[in-house]
Structures are given as C-alpha cells and as structure tokens.
C-alpha cells in the first residue's frame, strides 16, 4: 500500500493539474480580497476558499483518475500491482491530501491577504458572538476539508459513471453554485417529506459554513452533528460506489 501511494504521490506532483489547481485558489482568493468587503465574513470564510477548494478538488479527482484511461497508463497500471483496491484507496488518499494541502495553503493566504486588505489590523482572537475570527476560520476550513471528503467519493464515482471529466467538472460547478438552493427549494415545494429531504446529499455543502453559523440549522433542517455524519457517510457510500466500479470496469 506504502508503494501505491508513493507512485500516486509521484503522479500527483508531475501533473500539472495540482498546480492549476493552487494558482486557481490563490488567484481567487486574491481577486475576492481586491473586489470585495474586506470584513469579518470574508476572513472566516477565507476570502471564498471554502466555495472554491471542494470544486478544485472534484476537478482534480476525476482528472486524476481519467488521465490513467487517457493515456492508456491504467494497464501499466494493474499490471504492476493486481490489487485494484490498493490502487483506488492509494489514488483517494493522494487526492484527499491534496484537499488538506489546499486547506493549509487557504488558511496561510488568509492571514496574508487580511493583513494586506483589511484597513485595521484584525484581532483574531477577540471573542464576538461567542465566536472569534481565527476560531471560525479554522472552523470553516476543518468543514471543508470535511466536505472534500465527501467531493473526492463523488468525484471518483461520477468518472467512473459517466467517464467524461468536462462532465464531471460541471457537476461540481453547479453542486458550488446551485447546490443548496436546490435543496432548499426542494424543502420548500415537498414540506412535508423535510424529513426526507433533508438527507439528500446537495444538503451536505452546508457542512462548510453551519459549524460556525448555527442559524443555518433552520436552513438544512439538520443539526451540526448529524450533518458531520451524513457528509461522512455520503462520502464512504460513494466512494464504495466508486470501486466498484472501478473494479468491473473494462481496461
């Protein structure tokens, strides 16, 4: 397994991909900082990284694995190790680090840019609302790199599903973009199946903003443990989905 991820870790750093998808973040991140309000919102949200990672990680995912049928790698691939497992749990893991990479990359850039942008020097550890700013940043990033999980399950099942990444690239925009408002207007027009719908997986992007907006709990109708679980579990189930498959799909 050592030797797997090692070879995806490898992969990983000489595909130009994962340096897109840095200079993307640090480019976006820099552009809210230069066009928006420079305020508390914006630091605790790190200047709309926790929007932005989950896409570039779903982006990168299924790139990552679509490359290896691109390029007629994956029969290299299992011919070197036959364990198609080891190869799946070596390439989510890679993908997943990268995710924490990112976070750790968005938390610095944050610090950076506030004390560029902002008129007057945060107190990051002022308690406001029972809330300070570095507490709901770090926050906001831990349920990011939470909701990642979840985006590389879903990656990796939809590239094995529809096999197009553009594809899979536009499901990931529009999970960004729209997600949640189509699961609040599903809340909405079937209000007495909430107690169903509430558990639909668009749901689970509110992971990344209720740990440190409890009033979100009446948006998602779920409460900050039981949306940690479900994002949780969404992400095994589809990343089991995945390998499986990965596992009977033809070379």
Not at 90 to 113: C, E, G, N, Q
Not at 198 to 220: C, D, E, G, Y
């Amino acid at each position: 397994m050592a030797t797997a991820i090692k070879e995806e870790l490898y992969k990983l750093n000489h595909e130009r991909i994962s340096l897109y998808g840095l200079l993307f973040l640090i480019a976006i991140m820099a552009y809210s900082a230069l066009t928006g309000k420079t305020n508390r919102t914006a630091i605790i949200y790190g200047f709309d990284a926790i929007e932005w990672i989950p896409i570039i990680i779903i982006t990168v995912g299924s790139a990552f694995f679509a490359m290896e049928y691109s390029n007629n790698t994956i029969i290299m691939l299992l011919y070197k190790n036959s364990n198609k497992l080891k190869i799946y749990l070596a390439k989510f893991f890679i993908v997943f680090l990268y995710a924490i990479f990112l976070t750790i990359a968005a938390v610095l850039l944050t610090f950076l840019l506030s004390l560029i942008f902002v008129p007057v020097t945060c107190n990051w550890i002022a308690v406001i609302h029972g809330h300070s700013i570095i507490g709901d940043l770090l926050i906001n990033m831990g349920a990011t790199l939470l909701y990642c999980f979840f985006i590389t399950g879903l990656s990796f099942m939809l590239i094995m599903l529809v096999k197009i990444n553009a594809v899979v690239i536009c499901i990931g925009l529009f999970l960004g973009y729209v997600g949640s408002s189509v699961s609040v207007a599903l809340i909405d027009v079937f209000p007495s199946a909430i107690n169903i719908i509430k558990w639909n997986p668009l749901s689970m992007i509110f992971v990344s903003q209720q740990l440190s907006r409890r009033s979100l709990a009446a948006t998602s109708h779920l409460s900050n443990l039981q949306l940690v679980v479900a994002t949780i579990i969404y992400g095994l189930i589809f990343g089991m989905i995945g390998y499986y498959m990965f596992k009977r799909r033809r070379v």
